[in-house]
């Protein structure tokens, strides 16, 4: 078998002040995998009102930035949302009804950039905002001095606190919403995509509405009591299907769980099942999505998102672990709770080591087979420190290690709520400087000192990212680069340490990196980085490395491959009539056969060892490459 010719790094990490030391192996032959750009995400970042546009100099600001996805859905805000009408229920402000124009934001989006994508939502719940006449007068009520609390109650819809004959009094939600089934909320792809003729592969990722497992609470207008966990599930799978008939090439991601009580429980247990037995949600979530597309033949999930606010974050040290939740099966979490759910009612408080997304790979592997093809995504996060007085620097390197672990691990999409600074400094280090494919990299001593590595996109340089996480000493490192013919005798590097309270990242010409050069000799980088830093290495090399993958090049090409995975026959059918040139490589860039594809063909794998593919697809509107499975 030819060998693929990249560097092994092994990086050794000594701390001369804590006497304390680490070895970092990056292996660059080892878990190569694509790094998807949207982990360079945000929540609201755009304008809904036309009135109140995005300024010329904030885009801008993004594009220094690096900002490459954004979610506009408004999070609590979506699960009400009438797109015909452009209003949605606030459930945060007495239920009141406002304006919200997705159309605009979706178009600005498209028009003020070229590569930024947007995340929307689909609604689930049944019910939408009909009409603004029947707001709670808000303005009134606190003129009168009543300016806090009561924000959360049902006073839309002619209540209040004197109305209905006393404190309290509840609107009737009639007068103010309306009902909307599953035609009514996948209508809002057609009406982009035809009718006002919305670039569907910058729009392609939508959530399957918002923290339903919470709707009792946050829509207890719509949801007085709550529903079951099934109920959600039928209402899921209604929705889905409409929507991928209408897009087939729609990114359908659920369930949007709030936080780590709702990844384990509904309505605060596990869920029972048709067979009589007890689930954890998610897990009771993958089962019934794979049954049902089993069943049907759909896919009817792309991406399993979750929103995470661990309320103990207040606490440093624990914040620059907290990238270890997701896969790190060794780490105990003080903040455990929904995993501690053992049965129906009864509790393990044995139960500290989360791994979550570790977790819902092995039950989507149960479930949907092992090539299930189901990545992960997170589209909120909050409260990652203690609010108004926390350290940039201790920021910095809890987002850069989550960037880290994201990146390696081909996490779809990560868009934080909360913003804090340090952040944007992070984001434009990593967006700019970063590789393009992950690389496998280890530490025998993860609490102090991470590593993740990455291959530029040609193959040019190896970037090596070191977060520096110990709160008091800087790090002695020596990198010992291996198997590797780097091309200078020195090599550039781009640090952030020491940020100010104040928001450093002004643009692509005035923020904190610094850039810092690095001697190697005899194939070893000796060098010091301070505490509670991150920097990011970039080793050039006398030849260019060959990637193992084309770029993915996100364009207007629309093009339906199924089954995926496949056996022997791979159905090609373009979103539009027209022709394409569609060719398929191995893993190691070899191009195994091509076609000229009028419409539709069907395609003969038979021939084809059982393994990963890419298939490049190139139409007059640009060129696509997808992974597909051959078993």
């Known amino acids: 078998m030819k060998k693929l010719l990249f560097p092994l790094l092994s990086v050794l990490v000594f701390s001369s002040e804590a006497q304390t030391s680490a070895v970092l192996t990056v292996n660059a032959t080892s878990d190569i995998s694509e790094i998807s750009p949207l982990i360079y995400g945000k929540n609201n970042c755009l304008s809904d009102d036309a009135k109140n546009p995005v300024s010329n100099a ?19 805000n979506s699960t009400k949302y009438n797109w015909r009408k452009k209003l949605s229920s606030h459930p945060d402000w007495f239920n009141n009804v406002y304006t919200h124009d997705w159309d605009y934001s979706a178009n600005t989006l498209l028009s003020k950039s070229n590569s930024l994508q947007g995340l929307y939502a689909l609604q689930l719940l049944g019910k939408v905002a009909s009409a603004k006449t029947h707001n709670f007068n808000d303005w009134s009520w606190s003129q009168g001095g009543s300016v806090g609390g009561g924000t959360n109650d049902n006073w839309a819809g002619g209540g209040g606190p004197v109305a209905n004959g006393g404190n309290n009094g509840v609107g009737n939600p009639a007068l103010y919403l309306e009902d909307w089934p599953a035609d009514s909320t996948v209508g809002i792809l057609d009406h982009w995509f035809k009718d006002l003729k919305y670039d569907a592969s910058r729009l392609q990722y939508w959530n399957m509405d918002n923290e ?15 529903i079951s966990a099934e109920d959600y599930i039928q209402k899921y799978i209604a929705v889905a299907k409409a929507a991928r008939l209408k897009f087939p090439n729609i990114k359908l991601v659920g369930p949007v769980s709030p936080n780590e009580w709702q990844w384990y429980t509904w309505n605060n247990e596990k869920v029972k099942a048709a067979d009589n037995k007890y689930y954890s949600w998610m897990e009771y979530f993958v089962k019934r999505i794979a049954e049902e597309q089993t069943k049907s033949g759909m896919r009817l999930l792309d991406v ?6 661990p309320g103990s974050a207040s606490d440093p040290s624990l914040t620059l672990q907290l990238h270890r939740i997701w896969y790190d099966q060794g780490w105990d979490y003080s903040g455990a709770n929904g995993v501690k759910v053992d049965g129906l009612n009864s509790w393990n408080n044995g139960n500290t080591k989360e791994y979550f997304f570790e977790r819902c790979n092995s039950w989507l592997t149960k479930y949907m087979g092992a090539q299930h093809q189901v990545k992960f995504a997170v589209s909120e996060y909050g409260a990652t420190a203690n609010s108004g007085s926390e350290n940039p620097n201790v920021v910095a390197c809890w987002y850069a290690s989550h960037l880290g672990v994201f990146a390696n691990k081909g996490i779809a999409f990560f868009t934080p709520w909360d913003w804090y600074v340090g952040q944007w400094e992070v984001l434009h280090l990593f967006s700019k400087n970063f590789g393009s494919y992950a690389t496998s990299a280890t530490s025998s001593a993860e609490s102090v000192v991470s590593a993740y590595s990455s291959l530029s996109a040609d193959g040019d340089s190896l970037m090596v990212a070191i977060v520096n996480k110990d709160q008091n000493n800087s790090t002695s490192l020596v990198l010992n680069i291996q198997n590797f013919v780097y091309s200078d005798s020195t090599v550039n590097g781009y640090q ?13 010409a005035n923020n904190a990196l610094q850039s810092k050069q690095y001697t190697i000799s005899n194939n070893k980088i000796t060098c010091s980085v301070p505490k509670l830093s991150v920097t990011i290495l970039q080793i050039p090399t006398k030849k260019a490395i060959k990637t193992p993958y084309g770029i993915e090049d996100v364009s207007a090409v629309e093009v339906l ?20 040139v569609l060719a398929i490589f191995d893993v190691l860039g070899h191009k195994m056969g091509e076609w000229t594809i009028v419409n539709k063909q069907e395609l003969d794998l038979s021939s084809y060892a059982s393994g990963n593919y890419f298939v490049q697809v190139r139409t007059s509107e640009g060129v696509l490459v997808k992974k597909i499975v051959k078993q």
Do not use: K
């Open 58 to 76: 904030t885009w801008q600001f993004y594009q220094d930035a690096g900002l490459r996805f954004t979610r506009e859905n408004g999070g609590n």
């Open 212 to 226: 339903p497992e919470i709707w009792q609470g946050t829509h207890d207008d719509a949801a007085s009591s709550s």
């Open 304 to 309: 399993l998102d979750v929103h995470f606010y």
């Open 496 to 508: 952030l340490a020491n940020l100010p309270n104040t928001e450093t990242f002004l643009s692509e």
């Open 561 to 580: 491959m199924y089954p995926n995975p496949s056996s022997d026959l791979l159905q090609v059918q373009l979103a539009h009539e027209g022709t394409c």
